[in-house]
């Protein structure tokens, strides 16, 4: 559907982001970035939408620095999290994290906020977006949730839960982006990478 027009790199090792952006036609490499975001903090220490921006920035600026990345090139970090009880919640950590986070969830709305950064290093061009989704998870007994965690499946999902997986079956309701949910808001993310001139729809013929 979209033609590149410029050398893409995403900072993430993400499956999910690089699902996103391949399905809609987008080329780019993959330089996954080395920072380690927390997996539980207070939303008192910082706002959440601020915490998104400032880890998707790190993680673009991280791989940026590392001797094989071009300079010609458009850098693209992500970063999602999970928000709930003035609680900003990454990826669970632990067995133990993992229940407690979805105790936390179960029968509930949350945010999911997803900050992005794309940026330029010749051209020193730069774009920081934040979006924002709300989520409710269906009531799940103590036996079900237990049978989620041993799936594996929340360990490497902001919040413990995938919306693309089986996890999908635990969301009642969604409001706002299903794919900033997933981990990449796409619909505003192609927007921005239109204005920039990164891609161009695909010419027919």
Same mark, same amino acid.
Request: aromatic share 8%; glycine share 8%.
């Given at each position: 559907?979209?033609?590149t ?5 995403l900072?993430? $090792?993400?499956? &999910?982001r690089r699902?996103?952006?391949s ?5 780019f490499s ?6 380690e975001?927390?997996s539980?903090k207070?939303?008192g220490e910082v =706002?959440p939408?601020?915490? $998104?921006?400032?880890?998707?920035k *790190?993680?673009?600026?991280?791989v940026? /620095?590392?001797? /094989?990345? #071009?300079r010609?090139?458009? %850098?693209?970090?992500? /970063? @999602?999290i *999970? *928000?709930?009880d003035d ?6 950590k632990?067995?133990d994290?993992?229940r407690?986070?979805?105790n &936390?969830l179960s #029968? &509930?709305?949350?945010k999911v !906020? @997803?900050?992005?950064?794309l940026?330029?290093r010749l051209k020193k061009?730069? +774009? %920081?977006n +934040? *979006?924002?989704?709300? +989520?409710l !998870?269906?009531?799940m007994s103590a036996?079900e949730?237990?049978?989620y965690i041993?799936t594996?499946e929340p360990y /490497?999902?902001a919040g413990?839960?995938? $919306?693309? #997986?089986?996890?999908?079956g635990?969301?009642e =309701? !969604?409001?706002?982006?299903? @794919?900033n949910? +997933?981990?990449l808001?796409?619909a505003?993310l192609l927007?921005d990478?239109?204005r920039l ?5 695909? =010419?027919? #013929?």
């Amino acid at each position: 559907m979209y033609e590149t027009k410029a050398n893409l790199i995403l900072a993430s $090792a993400s499956p &999910r982001r690089r699902e996103l952006l391949s399905r809609v036609g987008i080329k780019f490499s993959v330089i996954p970035s080395n920072f380690e975001e927390e997996s539980l903090k207070s939303c008192g220490e910082v =706002k959440p939408e601020l915490y $998104a921006q400032e880890c998707a920035k *790190v993680k673009a600026e991280k791989v940026m /620095d590392l001797p /094989d990345s #071009g300079r010609d090139f458009w %850098f693209l970090g992500v /970063d @999602t999290i *999970v *928000v709930i009880d003035d609680l900003i919640l990454g990826k669970p950590k632990s067995k133990d994290e993992a229940r407690e986070f979805l105790n &936390r969830l179960s #029968g &509930r709305w949350h945010k999911v !906020i @997803t900050g992005y950064y794309l940026y330029h290093r010749l051209k020193k061009e730069r +774009v %920081f977006n +934040v *979006v924002e989704s709300r +989520v409710l !998870i269906r009531k799940m007994s103590a036996e079900e949730i237990e049978a989620y965690i041993n799936t594996d499946e929340p360990y /490497d999902k902001a919040g413990g839960y995938a $919306a693309q #997986g089986i996890g999908a079956g635990l969301i009642e =309701k !969604i409001e706002g982006s299903y @794919t900033n949910v +997933v981990g990449l808001p796409l619909a505003e993310l192609l927007s921005d990478m239109l204005r920039l001139g990164l891609i161009e729809p695909c =010419k027919q #013929g």
